[in-house]
Structures are given as structure tokens and as C-alpha cells.
């Protein structure tokens, strides 16, 4: 029996404006399983990105409860969640966000001396995520001397290479072109099933959802469908 | 440590254009400090010479409690044996000169005019080495008996010039009136009004022989340095307990050590207002400039990284700002130094003197310490509030901005 990565029950969430709670997400109820990959799909607007950020434990929940690994992280300390942040959770963005001044190699690396890694240890492993994602010869250039695919590559590269339990991705193939799209998710693939990492997309492509083995439809804050095993 | 190093040092780079306006700021600041350090320190040093160099000596050696005291006749508390004092004193061994003077009052005539002044009796022979700071500026120094330098004031008044010829009154030890005729060697400008109106110097030997006594009055003293006074009051206390050592500044308080307090206390109202400057300066560029990296640290923070951690790297890159704005204000400093100030700064008189000096820049290693500290200091506490402001953001608000 696969282990639980999240148990999330009547989970709200509502932002304030001009001291009115707007609502986005309406009590969500989800059970995730280590190793999973998965889809959250539906209109802009929906509240996708919030889940997100509530599952990656960079934003709190207004209501409900969030379970991580067994864990109750509702209401857990900033310390407490930049740790688990650091060694369980590796986010992906849109936008890349990767330090123009350090190198691929650095922005690789960037995070695994603080995970205890030796200098040579973090520069294998950062090595070996460029070369599961096709950069090992890009690895001296700045980000500023890729394309805008090969930069989404590192921003992968730099989530994925401290080996984290789940990776959070939001449209992480909307700058690719379709080969490179595929070779990422091919990477996404290969990680989970030798490292059991957990793949939580929110994406409108509907190739990156094909290999989804479940699929989240949100709409007005709530899920449309449940995501059911395929 | 060394990967908070690493990567604020390569921060510094990221916008060439914006850490080039921000070094700029930073390294005029610098200089600015630098360049009024050295001159204030010139300027003090300048104040020092003429003090110590023009009239009082590195200090003055009287007989004990006599200094600051009043008395109806005070020679008869004058040292009688100054051979045997003066040999004491000289066995201090940062003591290189030893001074006998006599200070009297007497009346100066020139035809039918006299006017009262206050004589010294001096050993040319032995002070015109040191005391180079009279400026004579008409006829030359004191250099034996029966011959007087007057003070410009004092020889404006009387209508006098090198050369001429003044009968100097005054009263003996015993009360007798004495007087002698002596001829103008030369007159002399200090630029301190209260001592070129009054003072005249003759020598000890006239002195002496006006005054009918034996005695001197006290010892001026050539020293190893100003840095070395503390030594060499402890000697001479050691050495003759009956006599009491006064540094200059303490005897030129009025002049020297309360012109230094005023430099002093002006040059840290003004080492604050260019702090200010600095770091209002920057700023702006600090501030702009982490608001573009807002997603970036979304970003990490997201992945991990902590408040603390970005805290540390984000005030070391403008330490490390400062620092290298420092170094370029120190260069542009000594550059300046060593070109349009080689020859000196023209200062008009200062309060209380009536002469113009040339002043020339005194950098001293502290001010180096300093012109690189303070800007860095600068440049770290303007970054503490756009820091800490844009740390306190949360991770999504953080990662909305583009």
C-alpha cells in the first residue's frame, strides 16, 4: 500500500479586499499518494495556483485541514515549513526565476550545499540533473545566454535535483517547444519512478495531461471531477 | 559562509549600469570624507606648528603650582638654579631641547610714544632652530644682547621697522626702575593678534640684566613629539619634583586645543551629513533594484531558502558595495591629493588669527580605516529597510511580480 503525500479536508482559502474575504478556493477535499503524478486543469481564475501554493507550504489556508506526509501542517511555524520546504518540496514556475548572475551549474546546485551536500557532491548531482535534461554542455553559460526553453530546463533542474519528495510545477511546459516539452515530462517519468518523487502539475496543455495518472478539474475554487485513478 | 560570499559578491554584477551610479555615490562620499579628514588634520597640524613651533614649545616646564597662579611678585617664586634644573631635565630622555626663558612686563618707547607690552627673555642661540614659526617679516631674528624683535602690532604702533632703535622700561626685582636702549632685529607676524600686539622678545642675558636677577622663569622644551609628552612629563616629575611640566595645549588652550575641538566637533557634523548623503544616495538604487528580484527570491524562498540566509547575502552585497566605493574614494582622494592639492590649499585667516596659511592634506592610516568603513556602514543600514521590507513580503506576493 502506497504511503499518503497529502490529505487535504474542507480546505479554504479567501484573500482580503478592502476588508472583504474573497473567496477562491471552496472546501477542497484531496488525497494524494507518494509517487504520484498528476494534473490540476481548469479555466484561469480557478484557484489552481492557490492549491498549489497551499500544497507547497508557501501560503497557509484559511480554513480547513493540510496533512503532509502524515504530518499536520495547517498551522506549522515559518521555520518549520522553510524546512520542509528545503528538503521535501521542489516548485517550478512560469517564469522561470533563475539568478541571472550565478551559472546553470549554480542555479543547479543552488540549493544542495544547504542540504548538507560536499561542493563535489552537489556538483555531480547537479551535473546528472543537467544531463537527464539535455544542458550538460550549457552548464558554464548564464541563463541570460539560453533560450527560454533551456532556462525552463534549469528552473527544473535546479526543483528536481535536491531529489524532493514533491515537485509543484505551474505550467512548466508552456515556454517549451513540443520536443523539449517531451523530453522534460520524460524526465518527470524518469524521477519518479527511480526516486517515488510526486508530480503535481497545474496546466491547460493537454499533451502534459495525457500522461497524468490523475486528473484534478477545478472550477469556481472546487473540484469539478475528483481526480480518478487511469 | 563562503556560498553567501560567493554569490553577494556576483550580485554586485547583475546590473553593471545601477552598481556603477551606486559606486559612484558611494566613492565621492569617500573621498569627500577622506579629503576633509586630511584637511582638517592639515589644518590642525598647521595650528600645532605655529603653536608649538612659533611660542610655547612642546610644553613648558615651571616651578610647581606657579602656573596659573597670581602673584604680587613673582619672581620670587622663579627657578634659582637653572643649571642644575635644566641638567635635570635634559636627562629625560625624550627631552632634545631645553629653553630658559623670562616673561616680564615693561613699557616699550619709541620717541614720544610708549606702550606697555609684554617681554620674554629667550637664548636666541638655542631657540631659532626650533621656533621657526615667528615669520619675521621685516629684518631678521633675535641673535644677541642689546638687540629686540617686536611682535607686528607692537611695532605698527610704536611705528618702528628693523633697524630702528626702542628703550624698554621696566622694574627691577627690587622695585628700582631700569631700562636699556636696544636695536629692532626684526619684527615678527605670528598671525595671533593677542601676541603680536603685546609681546617682544630680548635676550635672556638683557633680561636678565634689566630684571637685575639670576633666576628664570621657566623652561621651554624641544621634544621627541607631541605623541611622546606623556613620557616626558612623567621624567621630569621623576627627575625634579620641585617643577611641573604643562603641555602646549593645555597652555595655548584658547588658541590651539579650543580651535581643535571646534575642527573636531565641525568635522563630525559634517561626517554625518555626507553619511547621510551616501546613504540617502543609494537608497533609491538599493530599493529599485530588489524590487526586480522580488520573483527571484519567491523563488527560492519557495524551494527552501530562508528569511535569515537572504537577509545575510542581500546586506552583504551592499557591504561589499561600500567596500569597493571606499577603495575607488580612497583612490580618487589620493589622486586629488597628489595633483590639484600637491601645493597646497590657500585658507583665508581663521578666527582669531590676521595672517593667511597654506594648508596641505595630512591623510592619516585611521582616516584610510575609516573612509572605507563608514561608507560601508552607510551603505549597509540604507539596505536594512528595503531589505527587510521586501523579506517581510509573503512567497505568492512575492512571485507576482514580474
Not at chain 2, 258 to 280: E, G, K, M, P, W
Request: proline share 4%; glycine share 8%; net charge neutral.
Amino acid at each position: 500500500m502506497e504511503s499518503s503525500l497529502y490529505s487535504a479536508r474542507h480546505l479554504e482559502y479567501a484573500y482580503d479586499w478592502n476588508g472583504k474575504a474573497v473567496p477562491v478556493l471552496r472546501g477542497l477535499d484531496l488525497d494524494l499518494e507518494a509517487g504520484c503524478f498528476c494534473c490540476i486543469v481548469g479555466p484561469s481564475g480557478t484557484g489552481k495556483t492557490t492549491l498549489l501554493n497551499l500544497l507547497g507550504l508557501i501560503d497557509s489556508p484559511t480554513k480547513g485541514q493540510l496533512l503532509f506526509c502524515g504530518e499536520d501542517l495547517t498551522k506549522a511555524t515559518e521555520s518549520k515549513r522553510e524546512q520542509i520546504r528545503l528538503q521535501n518540496v521542489g516548485f517550478i514556475f512560469q517564469a522561470f526565476h533563475l539568478i541571472p548572475t550565478l551559472s546553470v551549474l549554480e542555479n543547479t546546485s543552488y540549493f544542495l550545499p544547504l542540504l548538507g551536500h560536499s561542493p563535489e557532491s552537489s556538483r555531480k548531482i547537479a551535473m546528472e540533473t543537467l544531463d537527464l535534461l539535455g544542458l550538460k554542455d550549457h552548464w558554464n553559460k548564464k541563463p541570460l545566454e539560453l533560450s527560454g526553453g533551456q532556462r525552463q530546463r534549469v528552473a527544473v533542474a535546479r526543483a528536481i535535483a535536491k531529489r524532493p519528495a514533491v515537485v509543484l510545477a505551474d505550467e512548466p511546459t508552456a515556454n517549451l517547444d513540443s520536443e523539449t516539452a517531451e523530453r522534460m515530462i520524460g524526465a518527470f517519468k524518469e524521477l519518479q519512478s527511480s526516486s517515488k518523487t510526486s508530480f503535481i502539475f497545474s496546466t491547460h496543455d493537454a499533451h502534459l495531461v495525457s500522461y497524468a495518472k490523475k486528473i484534478y478539474r477545478m472550477k469556481d475554487g472546487r473540484f469539478e471531477t475528483e481526480g480518478g485513478d487511469r | 559562509m563562503r556560498a553567501i560570499f560567493l554569490l553577494a559578491w556576483k550580485n554586485l554584477f547583475r546590473n553593471v549600469r545601477r552598481t556603477s551610479a551606486s559606486l559612484i555615490t558611494v566613492a565621492f562620499g569617500s573621498a569627500g570624507l577622506l579629503i576633509y579628514q586630511g584637511f582638517n588634520s592639515g589644518l590642525m597640524n598647521q595650528y600645532r606648528e605655529n603653536t608649538v613651533r612659533g611660542y610655547y614649545g612642546y610644553g613648558q616646564v615651571f616651578p610647581k603650582d606657579y602656573f596659573g597662579s597670581v602673584y604680587e611678585k613673582p619672581w620670587e617664586h622663579w627657578i634659582v638654579n637653572p643649571t642644575e634644573m635644566e641638567a635635570k631635565i635634559k636627562s629625560v630622555p625624550q627631552v632634545k631641547e631645553v629653553f630658559p626663558r623670562i616673561g616680564f612686563y615693561a613699557f616699550v618707547v619709541r620717541g614720544g610714544l610708549t606702550l606697555g607690552g609684554k617681554g620674554e627673555g629667550i637664548v636666541p642661540e638655542r631657540e631659532n632652530s626650533f621656533f621657526t614659526q615667528k615669520n619675521i617679516v621685516d629684518g631678521r631674528d633675535l641673535e644677541g644682547p642689546d638687540e629686540i624683535i617686536l611682535g607686528k602690532g607692537l611695532a605698527d604702533a610704536l611705528g618702528v621697522k628693523a633697524d630702528d632703535t626702542v628703550t624698554v622700561l621696566t622694574q627691577t626685582v627690587h622695585g628700582q626702575l631700569n631700562g636699556a636702549d636696544m636695536k629692532v632685529a626684526g619684527i615678527f607676524h605670528m598671525g595671533i593678534k593677542s601676541i603680536d600686539d603685546q609681546f617682544f622678545r630680548v635676550s635672556l642675558e638683557s633680561a636678565q640684566q634689566l630684571l637685575d636677577t639670576n633666576k628664570i622663569e621657566m623652561f621651554s622644551l624641544s621634544t621627541t613629539g607631541v605623541e611622546d609628552w606623556p613620557k616626558v612629563r612623567d621624567g621630569i616629575v621623576k627627575a625634579a619634583p620641585d617643577l611641573e611640566p604643562i603641555s602646549f595645549d593645555v597652555l595655548d588652550k584658547v588658541y590651539y586645543q579650543n580651535s581643535v575641538d571646534f575642527l573636531n566637533a565641525q568635522f563630525n557634523v559634517i561626517r554625518t551629513i555626507i553619511l547621510f548623503i551616501v546613504a540617502l544616495g543609494i537608497f533609491n538604487t538599493i530599493a529599485v533594484g530588489l524590487l526586480e528580484r522580488a520573483g527571484e527570491v519567491g523563488a527560492l524562498r519557495a524551494n527552501g531558502e530562508t528569511r535569515s540566509r537572504l537577509f545575510r547575502v542581500l546586506l552583504l552585497e551592499n557591504a561589499f558595495l561600500g567596500f569597493l566605493g571606499g577603495i575607488l574614494g580612497i583612490v580618487i582622494a589620493v589622486i586629488l591629493d597628489y595633483t590639484i592639492m600637491m601645493k597646497g590649499i590657500p585658507m583665508p585667516p581663521a578666527p582669531g588669527i590676521t595672517r593667511s596659511y597654506l594648508i596641505y592634506l595630512q591623510i592619516q592610516p585611521e582616516h584610510y580605516v575609516q573612509a572605507l568603513l563608514l561608507p560601508m556602514l552607510a551603505a549597509v543600514v540604507a539596505s536594512i529597510l528595503p531589505v527587510r521590507k521586501l523579506l517581510s513580503r509573503s512567497i505568492p506576493d512575492l512571485l507576482r511580480s514580474v
